[in-house]
């Protein structure tokens, strides 16, 4: 995020590269970056002439370069945008001789989400000496949740941990699909206020009582009664509620408290950071450490990976309830 800053203030200063390659798994920054350079390198009057968007999937690198090659009308630069440049990625080492002595009166943008460039290649380092390379990764689910609050604090606005935790659980770290639903909330709720969850429920559709996140909570604490009613609701709602998923989050969280047991360092903030999961959710796996000794961790990761695989309809023919059950039975006993 500090590179993206970095990157917005120079352009703002007036120190604008002729080439921008914004590569990346993470294309939420792809489109910030290139949405900023649309909209604040050209004035209004230029933008007419001046400014062309291109796509890789209709377009060739001679194209590209031939449109890079025009002089700007009745302006002091051009903008060249290709989006979906990842389209071209059999063919961008082409572009190499336009690297070598670019127009500086172009500002040439490529968009190659889900996809990098290998950084020994001649075109890789052109790139890096004569304009900007920006690598957008991924980022873990633990991190996530402070992006969240970076995001909204940015815009005067706060989280709740659980409204967090929720947005993070039902759509994962696609920060595109989350920062939708922020905008929403935000035009609904007046700055200054904090997201809670029953904002996310009411607002977004997700429920704060029935949900993986409370789901584990459950189980960690071995409260049958509250797991067992959660496993209700999602038979009820399978839609929303898939087997598959809840399976997948129901592994990963014992596989972390397997892991817990082996660690010698139980420093909250290293465990943390072990864990790959937010220091708030640590009390969850404190609770679920002393209710589930190692070798019980252990059978119930084993009987997950059965459940899963008959979740997915190989070797029996049971119904989600019926499966849900099942996995319930197998972690309480």
Request: aromatic share 10%.
């Amino acid at each position: 995020m500090d590179e993206v800053v970095k990157i917005v203030n120079d352009i703002k200063a007036g120190n604008i590269k002729p080439i921008y390659f914004l590569m990346g798994e993470e294309p939420y920054y792809i489109d910030k970056l290139s949405d900023f350079i649309e909209q604040n390198v050209l004035s209004e009057e230029e933008k007419g002439f001046n400014q062309t968007v291109l796509y890789g999937r209709d377009v060739t690198i001679d194209d590209i370069v031939s449109t890079a090659k025009r002089y700007p009308m009745m302006a002091e630069r051009q903008v060249v945008i290709v989006k979906e440049a990842q389209e071209l990625s059999r063919t961008i080492d082409k572009i190499e001789s336009y690297l070598e002595n670019p127009m500086e009166s172009t500002v040439l943008v490529f968009c190659y989400k889900y996809k990098t460039l290998d950084k020994r290649k001649k075109a890789t380092k052109l790139l890096a000496q004569k304009g900007i390379v920006y690598e957008s990764k991924k980022l873990y689910e633990n991190q996530v949740g402070d992006w969240i609050k970076r995001v909204l604090a940015g815009k005067k606005y706060s989280i709740e941990p659980k409204a967090a935790a929720m947005l993070v659980e039902f759509l994962g770290t696609d920060l595109s699909k989350i920062n939708n639903e922020l905008e929403k909330l935000q035009i609904i709720l007046p700055a200054g206020s904090t997201i809670n969850p029953q904002h996310i429920e009411e607002n977004i559709g997700f429920s704060k009582d029935f949900n993986n996140f409370e789901l584990l909570k459950a189980l960690g604490s071995r409260n049958q009664a509250k797991a067992f009613h959660i496993a209700h609701y999602f038979s009820e709602n399978p839609k929303a509620n898939p087997l598959v998923v809840t399976t997948g989050i129901v592994f990963g969280f014992f596989v972390k408290v397997l892991k817990y047991h082996g660690l010698k360092d139980k420093n909250p903030k290293n465990v943390a950071v072990a864990l790959g999961i937010s220091t708030y959710f640590l009390n969850d796996y404190d609770v679920a450490l002393k209710n589930y000794p190692m070798k019980k961790v252990s059978q119930i990761i084993t009987s997950l990976r059965k459940i899963d695989v008959k979740s997915k309809g190989v070797g029996a023919n049971l119904s989600q309830a019926d499966l849900l059950k099942e996995m319930l039975y197998t972690i309480f006993n």
